[in-house]
């Protein structure tokens, strides 16, 4: 068990560039979430999927943010036409479904953006 | 306004003392809540989970209580090390298909 990775760990842009983040999950979790972190505060939650399926957005995945799970396995999570506001840490995270409603959350170390 | 408040916001402590960190909730209903540890720059590492039926967990020199009448939450961090430095973060789950609801979390910062 690797444990949640994800890609890259850092990246500086420049405003108005697209980035895209890679998150690999626990192999056998079908589901998988996205959050947004900011400096002295939680984790905001994004959009998760199950399996291939995105089955929930967060408000705050505006029409420049897009994610997708092709094959139910890896997740990307794409950022278009980035602005100063988008600079966060953005967290992937995995579990197991409903078959285990109180199964652990697991965390990747995230992906921190700079936009310039 | 968050569905999960903690306080304090921060704290220093010494080496080897007591601390305790609390978990206010207003999320309804109620599945269960979890304490993660996060170092800067780091992933949360979960330290217990709970739920509705469970008053406490340990994991180590962590304990953490739960009264879900009051909607309550501490954390109860026992003879503290360097190494207990970091954000420690509530989170309430309303259901089984995982809207987790996270606070924004308490810097705990253990100096020598």
């Known amino acids: 068990d690797t444990g949640v990775s994800q890609d890259p760990r850092h990246k500086i842009t420049k405003r108005g560039q697209n980035v895209t983040f890679r998150c690999d999950p626990i192999?056998?979790?079908?589901?998988l979430y996205w959050y947004r972190q900011t400096l002295g505060q939680g984790p905001e939650f994004l959009t998760y999927?199950?399996?291939?399926?995105?089955?929930?957005k967060s408000r705050l995945l505006s029409d420049r943010f897009s994610a997708e799970r092709p094959k139910g396995s890896f997740s990307t999570l794409e950022i278009q036409r980035t602005e100063q506001g988008d600079s966060a840490m953005y967290l992937c995270a995995s579990r197991l479904g409903q078959e285990a409603p109180d199964g652990e959350l697991f965390f990747g170390e995230g992906s921190r953006l700079t936009v310039l | 306004k968050n569905q999960v408040e903690q306080s304090p916001q921060s704290l220093i402590i010494l080496e080897g003392k007591n601390c305790t960190l609390q978990?206010?909730?207003?999320?309804?209903?109620?599945?269960?809540l979890r304490w993660y540890k996060q170092d800067t720059g780091r992933g949360p590492v979960s330290l217990t989970i709970?739920?509705?039926?469970?008053n406490t967990k340990s994991n180590g020199r962590y304990t953490a209580t739960l009264d879900a009448d009051t909607k309550q939450s501490s954390l109860h961090i026992t003879a503290s090390q360097l190494s207990d430095s970091a954000s420690y973060i509530c989170?309430?789950?309303?259901?089984?298909?995982?809207?987790?609801?996270f606070g924004a979390g308490t810097q705990v910062v253990v100096t020598p």
């Open positions: 709970m739920t509705f039926s469970e």
């Open positions: 989170v309430v789950s309303p259901d089984s298909w995982g809207k987790f609801q």
């Open positions: 999927f199950q399996n291939e399926a995105q089955l929930e």
């Open positions: 192999s056998e979790h079908n589901r």
């Open positions: 978990c206010n909730y207003t999320v309804s209903p109620f599945s269960n």
